[in-house]
């Protein structure tokens, strides 16, 4: 298999639970922080605040990560998750809804439906790791497992498959937001035309008519209603 | 040498470097930017040529009393200078400004990664500081902010990424060991488009539309005061020296000269890193600041389909001469 494998040792007698080393209690210590952002990332009532212990929860998966020596895979959590996806994330709210102190609707009514898929998909996941690990044990001492060089290596040889369906499903998912964005355009523009000639006397949209090029700007009449919904 | 004294030396060593190289880059932006718009600057503050400016804004800066915004997220606005701060300190940790193992804080296997990474974190100050201030200025200008990031940081990476191909590794020292002088025209397309993406992501002019003083007030940092509004300040001119260190490494070679590279290396790295903060500071004085809709236009219609084209002429003479 993988080269990775190699510095895997399934010689459980070695290692034992009651004689942790430091780094597993580091690991550990991290895991519960991380843990504990998690928790209050999902029970936080404000927005942003959730937002911002995402961006604990997943730079204490990088340290995880890094105690591992998966090195490269650490800074990639680093760079795409708190660098891009916590920062469009935080976009997403500013634009939309970001107030300060805590949002009274951040409630959702699904809370125990939740919590149940919550501790199922834990659990399931839980089950497969500690069923297909068992008691294999990673060298850490030795030369480091999750270099870039060594990941690159598994990556390209023994996982390409994989590695390039993933890149067509992202194609795919690029492809749809496009196709999905100008789709909306087009549609918004036409039945906002009609709509705008039924109003067109209400007081909210009075120079509607005697301006003919307003109408085709689409979003012309959302706007306000949005911005009002903002703060 | 002990190994926690070496350690304990390369982190204060860095430190200072951190503490210092923003504050001269600061003084020659005064001058310069005087100079090139035919006035003197400071030159009063500690006799010569106003040198003691930047010590004497620290500490009426210090003096200053601390205001938060009543209706701000305290917590969150007291953190945000940090949040902003931090990331360049452990970014200027791993550029190595000479050859060999000594001349770096820290190897880390996958260098190019790390500081992009930690980079991109550096912006996270600025949203927060947007947001938590409770003023729709703030909030514009972290919006901005936000919008700036995504948009050039997908640039600077594949140019980095090109570079990386180039050398065959994505540790910094690495790419250093493995430069050849060709190299600077070779990936000079890529060097442009790194520099100018690294200004966009430090929101320096002409790139500042986050900070438009015109439109937005001070962007996010409207409502900061005193120690905390120096730190940001400072955040940008760390930001720069670890910009103009990084093109430096990655593009013109950093330690390697024409001559002297064995024991001057480190002579080299730092003037190639001054002549580019002196282009950061031209460009300040020389362009207006770009429009919202240009900035992005600039960077997805031109930016983008050039760092491509560099990966593409990178893998093909990557091909060819091996």
Same mark, same amino acid.
Request: net charge negative; glycine share 10%.
């Given at each position: 298999?993988?080269?990775?494998?190699?510095?895997?040792?399934?010689?459980?007698?070695?290692?034992?639970?009651? /004689?942790?080393?430091?780094?597993?209690? =580091?690991?550990?210590?991290?895991?519960?922080?991380?843990?504990?952002?998690? *928790?209050?990332?999902?029970?936080?009532?404000?927005?942003?605040?959730?937002?911002?212990?995402?961006?604990?929860?997943? &730079?204490?998966?990088?340290?995880?990560?890094?105690?591992?020596?998966?090195?490269?895979?650490?800074?990639?959590?680093?760079?795409?998750?708190?660098?891009?996806? =916590?920062? *469009? *994330?935080?976009?997403?709210?500013?634009?939309?809804?970001? @107030?300060?102190?805590?949002?009274?609707?951040?409630?959702?009514?699904?809370? #125990?439906?939740?919590?149940?898929?919550?501790?199922?998909?834990?659990?399931?996941?839980? #089950?497969? =790791?500690?069923?297909?690990?068992?008691?294999?044990?990673?060298?850490?001492? &030795?030369?480091?497992?999750?270099?870039?060089?060594?990941?690159?290596?598994?990556?390209?040889?023994?996982?390409?498959? @994989?590695?390039?369906? *993933?890149?067509?499903?992202?194609?795919?998912?690029?492809?749809?937001?496009?196709?999905? %964005?100008?789709?909306?355009?087009?549609?918004?523009?036409?039945?906002?035309?009609? /709509?705008?000639?039924?109003?067109?006397?209400? @007081?909210?949209?009075?120079?509607?008519?005697?301006?003919?090029?307003?109408?085709? &700007?689409? %979003?012309e009449g959302t706007e306000p209603a949005e911005q009002e919904g903002a703060r | 040498m002990n190994d926690a004294l070496d350690v304990t030396l390369r982190l204060l060593i860095v430190f200072v470097v951190f503490l210092t190289f923003p504050l001269l880059i600061g003084q020659t932006e005064h001058k310069v930017m005087a100079h090139m718009q035919g006035r003197l600057g400071p030159m009063y503050a500690g006799g010569f040529h106003g040198w003691a400016q930047l010590v004497a804004d620290g500490v009426k800066f210090a003096q200053k009393e601390d205001v938060v915004p009543a209706g701000a997220d305290r917590r969150i606005f007291q953190l945000a200078p940090a949040v902003a701060l931090l990331p360049y300190l452990l970014v200027l940790l791993a550029i190595p400004i000479g050859p060999g193992e000594g001349a770096v804080g820290e190897v880390i296997d996958a260098g190019i990664f790390f500081v992009l990474a930690v980079m991109g974190v550096g912006v996270l100050g600025s949203l927060m500081a947007g947001w938590a201030s409770a003023n729709k200025f703030s909030l514009l200008g972290g919006l901005r902010t936000a919008a700036q990031l995504l948009a050039y940081e997908l640039p600077m990476l594949l140019t980095a990424a090109s570079v990386a191909m180039a050398a065959g590794t994505v540790s910094l020292p690495g790419i250093l060991d493995a430069f050849e002088w060709w190299w600077l025209p070779w990936q000079i397309v890529g060097a442009i488009v790194f520099f100018v993406a690294g200004l966009a992501e430090l929101q320096r002019p002409p790139f500042d539309m986050p900070v438009a003083d015109s439109e937005i007030i001070f962007g996010a940092y409207t409502e900061y005061t005193g120690l905390r509004f120096a730190l940001f300040l400072l955040a940008e001119y760390a930001g720069i020296v670890v910009l103009c260190g990084l093109t430096t490494v990655l593009f013109l070679g950093g330690w390697h000269g024409p001559w002297g590279a064995d024991g001057l290396g480190w002579v080299w790295t730092l003037l190639k890193t001054a002549v580019l903060a002196f282009i950061v500071i031209w460009l300040r004085v020389t362009y207006p600041r770009l429009r919202e809709d240009q900035l992005q236009k600039l960077s997805w219609t031109l930016l983008v389909p050039l760092s491509l084209a560099q990966i593409a002429l990178t893998g093909v003479v990557k091909v060819v001469i091996q």
């Amino acid at each position: 298999m993988s080269p990775t494998y190699a510095t895997l040792t399934t010689a459980a007698d070695t290692h034992g639970f009651l /004689s942790p080393t430091g780094v597993e209690i =580091v690991f550990l210590l991290v895991g519960l922080v991380t843990f504990g952002a998690a *928790l209050v990332t999902v029970t936080t009532r404000q927005l942003v605040h959730a937002a911002l212990w995402l961006v604990v929860t997943l &730079g204490g998966l990088a340290v995880e990560y890094l105690l591992l020596t998966a090195e490269f895979i650490a800074w990639v959590q680093v760079l795409i998750y708190v660098g891009s996806v =916590v920062v *469009l *994330l935080l976009f997403g709210l500013m634009l939309t809804r970001a @107030p300060i102190g805590r949002s009274p609707d951040a409630d959702s009514g699904n809370r #125990w439906a939740a919590l149940t898929v919550a501790v199922a998909s834990a659990a399931t996941l839980v #089950w497969v =790791v500690v069923d297909a690990f068992r008691t294999t044990w990673i060298d850490l001492d &030795g030369p480091a497992a999750g270099s870039t060089r060594v990941t690159g290596e598994s990556l390209f040889q023994n996982w390409v498959l @994989p590695f390039e369906a *993933l890149s067509v499903l992202l194609l795919a998912a690029l492809v749809g937001a496009i196709v999905l %964005s100008r789709k909306a355009k087009a549609e918004s523009s036409s039945p906002s035309v009609n /709509s705008r000639a039924e109003t067109g006397s209400s @007081p909210s949209a009075p120079d509607s008519r005697n301006h003919p090029i307003g109408r085709n &700007g689409s %979003s012309e009449g959302t706007e306000p209603a949005e911005q009002e919904g903002a703060r | 040498m002990n190994d926690a004294l070496d350690v304990t030396l390369r982190l204060l060593i860095v430190f200072v470097v951190f503490l210092t190289f923003p504050l001269l880059i600061g003084q020659t932006e005064h001058k310069v930017m005087a100079h090139m718009q035919g006035r003197l600057g400071p030159m009063y503050a500690g006799g010569f040529h106003g040198w003691a400016q930047l010590v004497a804004d620290g500490v009426k800066f210090a003096q200053k009393e601390d205001v938060v915004p009543a209706g701000a997220d305290r917590r969150i606005f007291q953190l945000a200078p940090a949040v902003a701060l931090l990331p360049y300190l452990l970014v200027l940790l791993a550029i190595p400004i000479g050859p060999g193992e000594g001349a770096v804080g820290e190897v880390i296997d996958a260098g190019i990664f790390f500081v992009l990474a930690v980079m991109g974190v550096g912006v996270l100050g600025s949203l927060m500081a947007g947001w938590a201030s409770a003023n729709k200025f703030s909030l514009l200008g972290g919006l901005r902010t936000a919008a700036q990031l995504l948009a050039y940081e997908l640039p600077m990476l594949l140019t980095a990424a090109s570079v990386a191909m180039a050398a065959g590794t994505v540790s910094l020292p690495g790419i250093l060991d493995a430069f050849e002088w060709w190299w600077l025209p070779w990936q000079i397309v890529g060097a442009i488009v790194f520099f100018v993406a690294g200004l966009a992501e430090l929101q320096r002019p002409p790139f500042d539309m986050p900070v438009a003083d015109s439109e937005i007030i001070f962007g996010a940092y409207t409502e900061y005061t005193g120690l905390r509004f120096a730190l940001f300040l400072l955040a940008e001119y760390a930001g720069i020296v670890v910009l103009c260190g990084l093109t430096t490494v990655l593009f013109l070679g950093g330690w390697h000269g024409p001559w002297g590279a064995d024991g001057l290396g480190w002579v080299w790295t730092l003037l190639k890193t001054a002549v580019l903060a002196f282009i950061v500071i031209w460009l300040r004085v020389t362009y207006p600041r770009l429009r919202e809709d240009q900035l992005q236009k600039l960077s997805w219609t031109l930016l983008v389909p050039l760092s491509l084209a560099q990966i593409a002429l990178t893998g093909v003479v990557k091909v060819v001469i091996q």
